[in-house]
């Protein structure tokens, strides 16, 4: 609640100084570090003795969970909901369920099957390229999950002439615990590889996010 908005901060305005900057702050680390021992839910009550877990914890993986908020209300809806927060709670002393309510409320939408598998549960953060599927010019990507983290979908279309396509989809997508998601489009180019992933989504097995057209 202070170091993970820190972070977030960081990352947003960055790129507002600088157009060439990315700031990863902790992304690499929490995504090669999850699943250890080390890698308790956000929520666990830490000390200064926990290492990486509480850097994971106060730094990095709250900072994506608002990220990946803020990517699924819009950035009108996620502030309208952020106020709603703080004048609620300004001058007090918030608990994180006080945030998570406030949220809910702000924006109008039942965020709690995040809420809960972001900052409550165990799990890894881990998506991958299952299927492309081709039928003339509609193609179906189809993204698993094999870890039980909620992550945006991130894709990265490059055409054999060179031309790039990206795709995007908020966490929204994970919301009923489905495994998969098929994302269907359209084109007449010859594909020749799909990337997934992007700056602020860890991935602690990447070696399935590519796709080589044979």
Do not use: C
Request: net charge neutral; no cysteine; hydrophobic share 35%.
């Amino acid at each position: 609640m202070d170091e993970g908005w820190a972070t977030i901060g960081e990352w947003l305005i960055s790129p507002m100084i600088d157009t060439s900057l990315v700031d990863l702050y902790g992304v690499a680390p929490y995504a090669n570090g999850a699943g250890s021992e080390n890698d308790l839910p956000i929520v666990t009550l830490t000390t200064q003795e926990s290492g990486s877990s509480m850097f994971w914890n106060s730094y990095p993986k709250p900072a994506m969970g608002y990220l990946y908020v803020k990517d699924l209300l819009g950035d009108d809806l996620f502030f309208k909901a952020l106020h709603n927060y703080i004048r609620n709670w300004n001058g007090k002393h918030p608990v994180p369920q006080d945030f998570f309510n406030s949220i809910n409320t702000g924006s109008g939408k039942d965020l709690n099957w995040f809420w809960k598998r972001w900052f409550y549960d165990d799990g890894i953060p881990d998506l991958a390229i299952s299927k492309v599927t081709n039928s003339g010019s509609r193609k179906i990507i189809t993204v698993g999950a094999k870890g039980s983290k909620p992550l945006p979908i991130d894709l990265t279309i490059t055409f054999k002439d060179g031309s790039e396509q990206k795709i995007h989809r908020t966490v929204s997508v994970w919301e009923k615990g489905n495994p998969v998601v098929q994302i269907p489009f359209t084109t007449t180019k010859v594909i020749r590889k799909i990337v997934l992933g992007s700056a602020h989504v860890p991935d602690s097995n990447p070696a399935d996010n590519e796709w080589l057209a044979r």
